[in-house]
């Protein structure tokens, strides 16, 4: 978890830098623009509803809808600062949401295991190591991402995007996961 937080506390202060170096007006919109984990909420909600009806990914386009509602308001094209912090706006959403998720499991898991007959396997200790695992591989994976794009914004630009579709997905797998889902 440790190296997970420095991870992102490496990418909260490339991303202050950047904001840094933008002209008060662009940094002042950007600013005035935060995606709302009520929106990104809804739409996950509505899709899962949906998905009954054989409109299974349709939870998924619900990842990097509000990234583009951003820079659609913002008025860009390419990367660029907009798009670092429209993508990781819609980040701390998804974010809100994993944890949230994680959290629900945590106790539906706990709870499964001590109904249980006894000498069978516990499920929890496993959900705390899967997650772990899954904290260093996401680090790992974005850290690639933003060295194989360009320097600079473009790279930064990768990494956020990157961040943001890896909570979503998390967000998505403990959702399935708190339905019933086996995956």
Request: hydrophobic share 40%; aromatic share 6%; charged share 25%.
């Given at each position: 978890?440790?190296?997970?937080?420095?991870r992102c506390s490496a990418?909260?202060?490339?991303?202050?830098?950047?904001?840094?170096?933008?002209?008060?007006?662009?940094?002042?919109?950007?600013?005035?623009?935060?995606?709302?984990?009520?929106?990104?909420?809804?739409?996950?909600?509505?899709?899962?509803?949906?998905?009954?009806?054989?409109?299974?990914?349709?939870?998924?386009?619900?990842?990097?809808?509000?990234?583009?509602?951003?820079?659609?308001?913002?008025?860009?094209?390419?990367?660029?600062?907009?798009?670092?912090?429209?993508?990781?706006?819609?980040?701390?959403?998804?974010?809100?949401?994993?944890?949230?998720?994680?959290?629900?499991?945590?106790?539906?898991?706990?709870?499964?295991?001590?109904?249980?007959?006894?000498?069978?396997?516990?499920?929890?200790?496993?959900?705390?190591?899967?997650?772990?695992?899954?904290?260093?591989?996401?680090?790992?994976?974005?850290?690639?991402?933003?060295?194989?794009?360009?320097?600079?914004?473009?790279?930064?630009?990768?990494?956020?995007?990157?961040?943001?579709?890896?909570?979503?997905?998390?967000?998505?797998?403990?959702?399935?996961?708190?339905?019933?889902?086996?995956?």
């Amino acid at each position: 978890m440790t190296e997970f937080i420095m991870r992102c506390s490496a990418t909260a202060l490339v991303l202050l830098s950047l904001i840094a170096r933008t002209e008060p007006a662009s940094a002042r919109q950007l600013s005035d623009f935060k995606v709302s984990e009520q929106v990104v909420l809804q739409c996950v909600e509505t899709a899962e509803r949906a998905s009954g009806s054989g409109k299974a990914d349709q939870v998924r386009d619900c990842i990097g809808r509000e990234t583009e509602t951003c820079l659609s308001v913002m008025g860009t094209g390419g990367p660029s600062d907009s798009e670092v912090l429209c993508a990781s706006s819609e980040t701390a959403a998804w974010y809100e949401i994993s944890k949230k998720a994680y959290a629900a499991l945590l106790a539906s898991v706990a709870k499964e295991d001590k109904a249980k007959p006894k000498g069978t396997q516990p499920a929890l200790p496993a959900l705390h190591e899967a997650h772990k695992k899954w904290e260093a591989a996401a680090g790992d994976d974005c850290i690639v991402a933003r060295l194989r794009s360009e320097q600079g914004i473009p790279g930064v630009a990768a990494s956020a995007r990157c961040w943001r579709d890896k909570h979503a997905e998390r967000a998505l797998l403990y959702r399935r996961w708190l339905r019933g889902a086996a995956y």
